[in-house]
């Protein structure tokens, strides 16, 4: 009853938000959105391990990652109103842009809270069409090309996963694992066939990479990240990576039940350390800075991949990263949205001075580029200092020295290319075209970012205590 009260708030809150076509009408609306979310999530705290249906669980690992995307949530609206206001775009686009977040929020809730395999990726393809229409928002040849790249490639990718979901299935027959409900599934699996066993985790992982923005099937998303209102782009590069994490961890805690165990974790390291070389090597030609945040993004989704991998203390680790990650990157987006307001380009070659004509915005930059960077006291130097710990243990050290020397080259390019938009002299004709954003937009990030610290220095003890019972096995 809960989740059917929940899920028709949501539909009723981005209707009434689609059929109001005036700007101040749509805030109310919007607020009240976000204080449902966050209810509903405060709700999921009292009612931890309950089993909705069979199909629906309210794990911990669910509530940390709902948790997230509700507190996220408040500063999307914020940041997303910020933006009408200096688009002046029409009501019905504006409309349309509401209702697809709103309903995007209510899909990655449900995935989060997903106890089946086949429930889980209905709602994960019910999430491509949401972002679909909100990466399409400018109505630009640029949107629609970035919008129907990533709406091919992630069909292709999801249809992999649904047939591996099947393949798993049919591997697991008779073994504990009947219809992959996520609850039931015993700890000593038998595998009737092992060659459809490692067929179908290959294509779920494939699947679900173009959601956690890793190898393989990631380049798309930094096109539709580059693209898409920045709003979006922090969600896209939080929270429903967060919900790719999300799968792609279930269907590993599966192969901890059997002999595969160590295959799985051989394919995540791979997959992990492909991801942050990509994000290394790309990061050096980078010309736009919304691309270079985007392939950061890919750089730490590959920490989480190789967490994952090694397990222990670093599925810890990793939970703990992306908690910190999703704030922080959020954030880094929302300010960007500011530069191209001011500037009216991405080009790097095209920005500088920042520190002088917005000092509120230029100390929010510095300090979410500490942060992102992992320089202490950022709590993502203490998540990596504890996954590099976990694999050195396990006998990684060759595989931790190449990770840091690539995390090396990314923060030289990152340092480099901060200084050059806080910094960098332009001349008097362009510095005379450009109007500052008022002060006070960059508040939100601010306030976001400071709650990052917090975190960072005294994690909550019920934080820590969720994200233990989250990697129980």
């Known amino acids: 009853m809960e989740l059917i009260i929940y899920f028709s708030g949501v539909v009723f809150w981005a209707l009434l938000a689609f059929l109001i076509r005036n700007r101040k009408g749509q805030i109310p609306v919007a607020a009240l ?39 996220t949530a408040i500063f999307t609206m914020v940041n997303s109103f910020i933006y009408f206001q200096h688009r002046n775009e029409k009501p019905l686009i504006r409309s349309i842009y509401l209702l697809a977040l709103m309903l995007f929020f ?57 047939i591996g979901i099947i393949l798993l299935d049919l591997s697991l027959k008779g073994s504990g694992g009947v219809d992959l409900f996520f609850s039931s599934i015993n700890h000593s699996l038998l595998i009737n066939n092992a060659i459809l066993f490692q067929s179908a985790f290959l294509l779920i992982v494939i699947g679900f990479s173009i959601k956690m923005e890793v190898f393989p099937l990631h380049t798309v998303c930094v096109d539709a990240n580059s693209i898409a209102p920045s709003p979006i782009s922090a969600l896209f590069s939080t929270s429903l990576a967060n919900v790719g994490f999300v799968a792609i961890f279930r269907f590993f805690k599966i192969t901890t039940y059997t002999p595969m165990h160590a295959w799985a974790s051989h394919v995540l390291y791979i997959i992990g350390a492909l991801s942050i070389l990509y994000a290394a090597i790309y990061m050096i030609r980078v010309k736009n800075y919304k691309r270079l945040v985007a392939y950061s993004s890919i750089e730490h989704m590959g920490l989480v991949a190789l967490g994952i991998a090694t397990g222990g203390l670093a599925w810890f680790a990793v939970i703990l990263h992306l908690i910190y ?36 915005g230029g100390m929010v930059f510095l300090l979410a580029f500490i942060l992102i960077l992992g320089i202490p006291p950022s709590g993502m130097f203490f998540t990596e200092l504890m996954l590099f710990k976990t694999m050195i ?11 840091v020397l690539l995390l090396t080259i990314i923060i030289w390019i990152f340092t480099k290319q901060l200084f050059r938009i806080l910094f960098k002299n332009l001349g008097q004709q362009q510095l005379s075209t450009i109007q500052p954003s008022p002060w006070y937009e960059s508040i939100p990030q601010l306030v976001l970012l400071l709650f990052t610290f917090y975190l960072s220095i005294q994690p909550p003890d019920f934080l820590i205590l969720l994200i233990q019972q989250a990697v129980l096995p």
């Not at 209905?122 to 970035?146: D, F, G, K, Q």
């Not at 243990?393 to 990770?403: A, D, K, P, S």
């Open 33 to 71: 959105f976000v204080l449902w979310q966050l209810s509903f999530s405060g709700y999921l705290f009292t009612k931890l391990n309950t089993n909705w249906t069979s199909y629906f669980k309210n794990d911990a690992l669910s509530v940390i990652f709902i948790s997230v995307l509700s507190i």
């Open 393 to 403: 243990e396990q006998g990684l050290l060759w595989l931790v020295i190449v990770i």
């Open 325 to 360: 990650h999703s704030f922080t990157k959020s954030s880094l987006f929302f300010q960007l949205s500011q530069l191209i307001q001011m500037y009216k380009t991405k080009k790097l070659m095209g920005v500088g001075r920042y520190f002088k004509l917005n000092p509120l």
């Open 106 to 162: 209510g899909c990655m809730t449900g995935v989060f809270l997903s106890n089946n395999a086949g429930l889980l990726w209905i709602l994960t393809e019910a999430t491509t069409l949401a972002i679909a229409v909100l990466i399409y928002h400018e109505r630009t040849i640029e949107s629609l090309e970035a919008t129907w790249k990533y709406v091919f490639v992630s069909t292709i990718g999801l249809s992999f996963s649904f």
